[in-house]
């Protein structure tokens, strides 16, 4: 899916400055082009969000996580000025969505999670019909090559798979060279491959100086590409900040290996024996902040009493580690 020809020319063509990596460069700040405070929505019978601030800089790719029914669809949607808010105040791009011009809406892009492109268009003249909203949109050439989709140019939409139609969904909303793009679960449907493609292609719009926000459930997806990211549970936000500092302050490493045949934890040398973790099993984990200590220890001891460490493994603790515990959410593969 990635294109990087395709990238770097619109990264020429835009105001904004082209980066050279694919990397995130750290967390950009400065000039907020989204700012929230005190965000608020009931429902009929809900209260979807309870009082958001947030801010996210220009240049910046900012990530909403959270479970299902968070609040992350309904903050978006207050954003890209398609609902309107019960309390808050929010400006994006300088004005309030909800109030905000058709030249405002020229400068966002949307990728919402189902959309329906004219069924009886060919993906190319799907393209050319949505860049004719625009005065200076993307040539459909050019986005198909970014999206991976120039096999499928003469398909309908209809005749796309899952993962292609979420491939249109991206280029219909780069159409217009947005200076704020919503992407929400963007990669849903994509197989691993294709998952990889577009995060190049999302990182390489980055670069071009695009702010970019993204809901998305894969925490691996947010740790490679945010410079940020937000957690929301119950429509609170339970923190902030670039994935390293969320995992720092949330998670530490661990130890793990499988428990000699014969013996109990109570058998392992100390501090490991009063800083055994995790569900009782073969399975030993040892929370460690600094590894290498702790190894030393165990290895002297598995040496000594002619024990095999096996499945000897240092862990690094990962976004998804610090997101199951700040939503108390359970990691399937360690659930009772
Ligand atoms: P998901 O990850 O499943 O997409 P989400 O974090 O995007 O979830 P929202 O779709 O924002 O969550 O929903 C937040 C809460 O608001 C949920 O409890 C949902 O049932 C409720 N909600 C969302 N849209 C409406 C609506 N139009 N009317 C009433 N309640 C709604």
């Known amino acids: 899916m990635a294109a990087p020809a395709a990238i770097r020319s619109v990264a020429g063509m835009t105001e904004h400055p082209a980066g050279s990596s694919l990397a995130p460069a750290g967390p950009p700040q400065g000039e907020a082009a989204i700012s929230v405070s005190d965000l608020r929505m009931h429902y009929a019978e809900r209260e979807a969000l309870t009082g958001l601030s947030f801010e996210v800089f220009r240049g910046?790719?900012?990530?909403?996580?959270?479970?299902?029914?968070?609040?992350?669809?309904?903050?978006?949607?207050?954003?890209?000025g398609y609902r309107c808010?019960?309390?808050?105040?929010?400006?994006?791009?300088?004005?309030?969505?909800?109030?905000?011009?058709?030249?405002?809406?020229?400068?966002?892009?949307?990728?919402?999670?189902?959309?329906?492109?004219?069924?009886?268009?060919?993906?190319?003249?799907?393209?050319?019909?949505?860049g004719g909203y625009y005065s200076h949109p993307w040539p459909?050439?050019?986005?198909?090559?970014?999206?991976?989709?120039?096999?499928?140019?003469?398909?309908?939409?209809?005749?796309?798979?899952?993962?292609?139609?979420?491939?249109?969904?991206?280029?219909?909303?780069?159409?217009?060279?947005?200076?704020?793009?919503?992407?929400?679960?963007?990669?849903?449907?994509?197989?691993?491959?294709?998952?990889?493609?577009?995060?190049?292609?999302?990182?390489?719009l980055k670069n071009t100086g695009t702010t970019i926000v993204l809901t998305t459930h894969y925490m691996e997806e947010a740790e490679r590409l945010a410079d940020r990211v937000a957690v929301i549970t119950a429509g609170a936000l339970v923190s902030q900040g670039p994935p390293g500092s969320l995992i720092a302050r949330q998670a530490t490493p661990a130890i793990t290996f499988t428990l000699p045949a014969g013996l109990t934890t109570e058998d392992l040398p100390e501090p490991a024996r009063r800083t055994v973790s995790g569900p009782p099993g073969?399975?030993?984990?040892?929370?460690?902040?600094?590894?290498?200590?702790?190894?030393?220890?165990?290895?002297?001891?598995?040496?000594?009493?002619?024990?095999?460490?096996?499945?000897?493994?240092?862990?690094?603790?990962?976004?998804?580690?610090?997101?199951?515990?700040?939503?108390?959410?359970?990691?399937?593969?360690?659930?009772?």
């Not at 909403?64 to 309904?74: F, M, R, S, Y």
Request: a negative charge; charged letters at 25%.
């Open 282 to 336: 073969r399975t030993v984990t040892l929370p460690a902040p600094s590894p290498l200590p702790m190894l030393r220890i165990l290895a002297d001891w598995a040496d000594q009493a002619g024990h095999d460490l096996r499945d000897l493994e240092v862990r690094r603790p990962t976004l998804e580690d610090a997101y199951l515990q700040l939503t108390g959410e359970t990691d399937p593969e360690t659930a009772p």
């Open 85 to 130: 808010r019960t309390g808050g105040q929010v400006s994006v791009l300088g004005a309030d969505p909800w109030l905000a011009s058709r030249s405002w809406r020229a400068r966002i892009g949307v990728m919402l999670q189902e959309t329906g492109p004219e069924p009886d268009l060919s993906v190319a003249e799907c393209l050319g019909l949505y």
């Open 60 to 80: 910046e790719l900012f990530a909403l996580l959270g479970p299902n029914g968070a609040g992350k669809t309904t903050t978006v949607e207050i954003l890209e």
């Open 140 to 204: 459909a050439g050019d986005l198909l090559e970014l999206t991976g989709l120039d096999a499928q140019a003469g398909l309908r939409a209809t005749q796309l798979s899952g993962g292609q139609r979420r491939k249109l969904d991206l280029a219909l909303a780069l159409t217009g060279r947005p200076q704020v793009l919503f992407l929400d679960e963007p990669t849903t449907g994509f197989d691993p491959a294709a998952r990889r493609d577009a995060w190049d292609t999302i990182a390489a």
